[in-house]
């Protein structure tokens, strides 16, 4: 019966412990932050190629989507309260490009 206990707690050891460890490798993956507006969001790092750069800080319909943190030289950081997909979308259909002219990322890395 001991033996039995034993197992027993140790399968809930583990299995909180693989728990723990999804839960922080999601939040180090993409971390939520609180936008200039207060909304929780994610950084995204927004890269255009081949293509002008459009002007992200003044287009009043991607400042419902995210919050542009900084702009270098070629393309933005913004804080986004949606996901990559939708950011994507959002680029795709509101200034034309194809997939292969921009990349949205985290930039996170886990090891």
């Known amino acids: 019966?001991?033996?039995?206990?034993?197992?027993?707690?140790?399968?809930?050891?583990?299995?909180?412990?693989v728990y723990l460890i999804i839960a922080m490798r999601k939040k180090l993956i993409a971390p939520r932050y609180q936008d200039a507006k207060g909304r929780s969001s994610v950084t995204y790092f927004i890269t255009f190629k081949g293509v002008e750069i459009p002007d992200l800080e003044q287009d009043t319909a991607f400042q419902e989507l995210a919050t542009?943190?900084?702009?270098?030289?070629?393309g933005y950081c913004v804080a986004s309260v949606v996901n990559d997909a939708k950011l994507k979308d959002f680029l795709k259909t509101a200034y034309n490009l194809k997939p292969n002219q921009y990349t949205v990322s985290t930039r996170q890395l886990v090891y």
């Open 1 to 17: 019966m001991e033996t039995f206990f034993n197992f027993i707690i140790g399968i809930a050891i583990v299995a909180g412990l």
């Open 68 to 74: 542009v943190k900084y702009k270098n030289e070629d």
